[in-house]
């Protein structure tokens, strides 16, 4: 049975207003990890990229409904991220992987990290995990749908923990080089510590917009633009621009106004290189406090 516009739609809008009915305090969010980037191209746009369909290894951890429109099959990627290295440094070994048939597709994706520094006064070292997988299906040949499950947890003292199931609803659409996507990002259930105090996960509604352009045989430019608006109350956005030179060399650069969010204000600039399907990059994330220094760095296949 095919899934009418309609239809997904009208699910959507149930839950913005769930999501708005059960608005938190900014700042109370549980798991913020979740929302960190991983990808090479995604942490090189300062997290803009949601609609865009030209870098897919990370959808799990983003929009899985814009794979379908991806020109690529498959698209792997392993990324080493140095996290908040002036502040609290944390080392995030992640992996992901997306298949695309054309009206399908499927992603996975994995993220381990353990911070830098011990507890003070104590031997213990925090750490997270996340475990996600998705799928996707283009219901028309201008409309796809997509959904993310996902697993997290945090170990923030050697006798305490906390973890939440949750996940991504998207839609996407194509019109020629222009993709538009909406979604919920991180829905999941509250979580209570051991003093019954209640947290919700980072959960926006996320709107974005891609446009990819190929001029003179070699050339190509994306321009991404993201906004969020966070159960928190909170509003993000993000703008990023990918320039690339004969499918082989990327140069990116991005920048995010945080806002009161999980994620704060910064801007990233990044690099890629792609040769006999072997794609090596870097970005550098600056301009802020807490973010400044931080890196991503790591190494894919796709085609």
């Not at 090479?40 to 899985?64: D, T, V």
């Not at 992901?96 to 499927?106: E, K, P, V, W």
């Not at 520094?117 to 997270?128: A, I, L, M, N, R």
């Not at 945090?154 to 199931?165: C, G, H, I, Q």
């Amino acid at each position: 049975m095919r899934i009418s516009l309609i239809h997904i739609l009208s699910a959507l809008a149930a839950l913005s207003v769930g999501a708005a009915a059960a608005a938190v305090e900014p700042g109370s969010e549980a798991l913020p990890f979740i929302r960190f980037e991983r990808g090479l191209a995604e942490s090189s746009l300062a997290g803009a990229g949601i609609a865009s369909s030209s870098n897919m290894a990370y959808a799990s951890f983003g929009n899985p409904a814009a794979i379908p429109f991806s020109k690529k099959k498959l698209d792997i990627e392993g990324t080493w991220l140095r996290w908040m290295p002036e502040t609290f440094p944390t080392d995030y070994y992640n992996f992901a992987g997306t298949y695309n048939s054309g009206n399908f597709g499927l992603t996975l994706g994995f993220s381990s990290g353990k911070a830098g520094e011990k507890v003070s006064g104590t031997s213990f070292t925090p750490s997270d995990l996340q475990v996600n997988g998705g799928g996707a299906y283009r219901v028309a040949d201008f409309l796809s749908v997509g959904v993310n499950l996902r697993y997290a947890s945090s170990k923030v003292l050697e006798n305490y923990s906390y973890s939440a199931f949750g996940g991504d609803v998207f839609v996407t659409g194509q019109y020629k080089g222009l993709n538009v996507a909406l979604g919920v990002r991180s829905i999941g259930a509250s979580i209570t510590d051991n003093s019954g105090a209640s947290f919700s996960l980072p959960t926006s509604i996320a709107f974005g917009l891609a446009y990819a352009y190929d001029f003179a045989e070699v050339h190509s430019i994306e321009g991404d633009l993201d906004a969020d608006w966070w159960l928190s109350g909170a509003l993000s956005a993000a703008v990023g621009v990918q320039y690339g030179y004969n499918d082989m060399v990327f140069v990116r650069a991005g920048a995010r106004y945080g806002g009161k969010s999980v994620i704060p204000d910064y801007a990233s600039v990044g690099v890629g290189v792609k040769f006999y399907r072997v794609k090596v990059g870097m970005s550098y994330l600056f301009g802020s406090d807490l973010l400044k220094n931080s890196m991503t760095i790591g190494l894919g296949y796709c085609f």
